[in-house]
């Protein structure tokens, strides 16, 4: 019986040792498999290289070629929202989210005698210098515009901080040169202002890492002020970062959790909160067809909770959330979920209708610095509504 006992518990362990076999071997087996996909990949990737080398007319830079690889491959997601940054498109980035920028201070657009200057901001370089809302700006350091291109004066300009440009721009027909000191430039994306009747309005660009702290300082002006209603504008906002959008919504909202994000492998996470704080004032928030991404979050969150109505015309429709992490050298910007307010439905493609469709005036420009409420059709129709509710 013993010898019984010994050889059946001799079988159980060879058993044993066959399943955990099995399984090694299997695990072996998915990881080679996955290795020699690797290094087919690699082997496809290192002919192309060996082909270009033998074939190409002349010399290729080898890191300007992996980076078009490495676009390329992110690009074939087919996702127009993710894709590869260079490590300098990946500083850009990180500066632009910031909030701050190096550059002279002005705001431009192409022009086809070079950058048209739309906007100077008060009390920075341009403004000291003495340039003008309306030059044309023909020349930076000497090389003109045209000639080097939209992107590289762009760049030229901004330079680094503590260094001077020349710029020669064209004013009515006559060119005048000068000096720039650069410098750190703040951001306003978010401004406002009192309008007629104690109704606050309040001009959100963009979800900046400083925006919720420019929301703050004209919000709390604007209560304290007297406001009895506010009007958000968020036309032509893009989006931005959560963590802003989260700290502007948080004294606008009860407590609870406002949004929540539904990644690839089904988890689900809250991704905005709010605390017990809430403002109890009557609101309304602007938007249009470029209001995208968090701003309609924005819009969406104050909506569903009956804080706010809606004016102006349906929304973009982005519904979907990117996250940017440094990777290859550079950066990848990825898709990674889908998000929504916990008491609505995804907005991603399809936008939001606001309570009152109002569509622009074609030939109005806007001027978020100083709205005209009789010549802005959808600010009018907030106000007009706003007022029955104070």
């Known amino acids: 019986m013993e010898n019984e006992h010994k050889v059946k518990a001799l079988t159980c362990i060879l058993a044993a040792v066959i399943v955990l076999s099995g399984t090694f071997g299997f695990l072996m087996y998915r990881e080679n498999q996955r290795l020699e996909n690797e290094l087919s990949n690699n082997a496809d990737l290192m002919e192309l290289e060996r082909y270009v080398d033998e074939n190409f007319y002349k010399s290729p830079d080898r890191e300007v070629a992996m980076d078009g690889a490495l676009k ?36 431009v657009q192409q022009h086809e005698e070079g950058l048209y200057v ?18 044309i700006i023909t020349q930076v350091d000497g090389e003109n515009v045209i000639d080097i291109g939209y992107d590289e004066t762009i760049e030229r300009i901004k330079g680094e901080e503590g260094t001077e440009v020349a710029i020669a721009v064209d004013r009515n027909g006559e060119t005048q040169e000068f000096t720039v000191m650069r410098s750190e430039i703040e951001t306003i ?14 001009r959100i660009s963009a979800f900046r890492e400083n925006t919720d702290e420019q929301f703050a300082e004209i919000f709390d002006s604007l209560i ?63 938007v249009n067809g470029s209001t995208a991404s968090a701003a309609e979050l924005f819009a969406a969150s104050l909506s569903d909770w009956d ?40 907005y991603h493609g399809v936008g939001i209708t606001p309570d009152y469709e109002v569509t622009q005036v074609e030939d109005y420009e806007l001027d978020f610095q100083n709205p005209d409420v009789l010549k802005d059709a959808q600010l009018r129709i907030a106000l007009k509504n706003l007022l029955k509710v104070v």
């Open 72 to 107: 390329g491959y992110v690009a074939g997601l087919g996702d127009p929202y993710s894709s590869y940054l260079t490590e300098e498109e990946y500083e850009s980035w990180q500066t632009m989210e910031s909030g701050t920028m190096v550059g002279i201070g002005v705001t």
């Open 118 to 135: 739309v906007e100077v901001a008060e009390g920075h370089p341009a403004y000291i210098s003495g340039i003008h809302k309306g030059d």
């Open 189 to 202: 994306t978010a401004s406002g202002k009192m309008l007629d009747e104690n109704i606050g309005y309040i």
């Open 224 to 286: 304290n002020a007297g406001a009895k209603g506010i009007i958000f504008d968020v036309r032509n906002n893009g989006g931005g970062l959560l963590t802003s959008l989260q700290a502007i919504l948080d004294p606008l909202l009860p407590e609870g959790n406002i949004a929540i994000a539904t990644y690839g492998n089904g988890d689900v996470r809250t991704i905005v909160q709010s605390d017990a704080e809430e403002t109890e004032i009557p609101m309304a928030v602007l």
């Open 307 to 346: 804080k706010a109505f809606l004016v102006g015309e349906t929304t973009f429709g982005k519904g979907i959330m990117q996250n940017t992490e440094s990777a290859a050298g550079g950066a990848i910007t990825l898709t990674v979920a889908t998000y929504q307010t916990v008491r609505g439905e995804c």
